[in-house]
């Protein structure tokens, strides 16, 4: 309605806040056939499933975001430095982004709600986004309101919106590495690791701690010492008694391997993992 509504009556600044409203709606779309693909058992090729899907699909979507942010951003500024006259925009684009600041507003609670409500971490992303959208369409209210008097102030709004949402493709780009590159958004987690270990008697010096997500779901991976006299059975239960302590203090932990060594036989100088000593000097940092 507000790409229909900003082409007809003329208001750049309402049609940009509908491209970004049409990127939200490709996002749910592409939600929807991303999650089936998600959904789908681990294969012999994808053994560890097709979790990883979405990271894949929030990196095309971010490109597609930054396409449409672009080109309202070359409009505008075409604009702006345009000799034709600046027509006045119909009254009609202050009904259609008040309906859209309603719609958008019911629609993030709504998808904030059930995100904590099923723990998904991609509807509360998504509501958190939604609510932006209404800050944007708000600013696009209050510059109508003053566009009667100046109708340069469209143009310059359309900017101001498409600066934004280039803006959200770059954080979304970058967000979603975090996932394909198999790194942690939360690297608190390495402390929490740490201390649960601590808590276990028999197990000392964490090393070679590595953690990674796989939709919203951790699988860690580390390696503790225990004493080289006892059974294989008695390190067993150790390493047992880790995962279970590990477990209780992370949320969402998918599968954790504990890899057992006899103490005094740490490798120095691993290339992938870290141990507290690491976490210390850059996790803990000042």
Do not use: W
């Not at 975001?65 to 684009?93: C, H, R, W």
């Not at 975090?178 to 964490?206: C, T």
């Not at 580390?222 to 008694?241: G, K, M, R, Y």
């Amino acid at each position: 309605s507000k790409i229909i509504v900003g082409l007809f009556a003329g208001s750049l600044a309402v049609l940009g806040d509908g491209i970004d409203s049409a990127t939200d709606v490709i996002i749910s779309i592409v939600m929807i056939f991303t999650a089936r693909i998600m959904n789908r058992p681990p294969s012999k090729k994808y053994v560890f499933g097709y979790e990883k899907a979405e990271g894949i699909a929030t990196k095309i979507l971010s490109l597609v975001i930054f396409y449409a942010g672009m080109q309202m951003l070359l409009s505008s500024v075409a604009n702006i430095f345009s000799d034709a006259t600046k027509e006045v925009p119909s009254a009609i684009a202050i009904y259609v982004t008040v309906f859209s600041i309603i719609g958008k507003l019911l629609l993030a609670l709504y998808q904030y709600k059930q995100g904590k409500r099923i723990d998904s971490s991609l509807l509360t992303a998504n509501a958190i986004n939604m609510r932006n959208d209404v800050i944007i369409s708000s600013g696009v209210l209050v510059g109508l309101a003053f566009i009667f008097k100046l109708p340069i102030l469209d143009s310059i709004t359309g900017l101001i919106i498409s600066l934004f949402i280039i803006k959200s493709s770059v954080s979304i780009f970058i967000d979603s590495n975090v996932e394909l590159m198999d790194g942690v958004k939360d690297v608190n987690v390495y402390n929490k690791i740490f201390e649960a270990v601590e808590e276990v008697p028999g197990a000392s010096n964490p090393h070679r701690v590595r953690s990674r997500m796989i939709g919203n779901l951790y699988m860690i991976t580390l390696d503790i010492e225990v004493n080289p006299q006892i059974t294989i059975t008695q390190a067993h239960e150790i390493a047992e008694s880790v995962e279970k302590s590990i477990k209780s203090s992370i949320d969402n932990v998918y599968d954790i391997l504990v890899h057992v060594e006899p103490a005094g036989e740490c490798q120095t100088n691993e290339k992938f993992g870290i141990d507290k000593d690491m976490v210390e000097k850059t996790i803990n940092k000042p």
